[in-house]
């Protein structure tokens, strides 16, 4: 599996690796799982050398791409009803 489909630079690839490990110690799910969970949320590629995406956290992003955008993950620590976005996708 070629890792992140729209990395344009070191930079980029390294920081969607960062990502891909921060959701496998939290969720434990499999590295093959990760990476395309990160490569369906990015549909186009990182076109700066600083992309505005670099301006969150690892966990972040993790937890934003594992829950979905809109889950407000951030206010549900806890919360029973929070779940991840399906995967592999169903479009």
Same mark, same amino acid.
């Given at each position: 599996m070629k890792k992140f489909r729209y @990395? =344009? =630079?070191? #930079? @980029? &690839?390294?920081?969607?690796? *960062?990502i891909m490990i921060e959701m496998i110690k939290l969720f434990n799910i499999s590295e093959e799982e990760a990476w395309g969970r990160v490569n369906d949320f990015w549909k186009s590629p990182f076109k700066e050398d600083y992309d505005i995406s670099y301006h969150e956290t690892f966990n972040y992003w993790a937890n934003t791409i594992y829950f979905g955008?809109?889950?407000r993950w951030w206010? &549900? #620590? *806890?919360?029973?009803?929070?779940?991840p976005v399906p995967y592999p996708y169903q479009n």
């Open positions: @990395a =344009t =630079t070191e #930079e @980029a &690839r390294e920081f969607c690796e *960062g955008k809109e889950a206010k &549900r #620590e *806890g919360d029973p009803t929070l779940m």
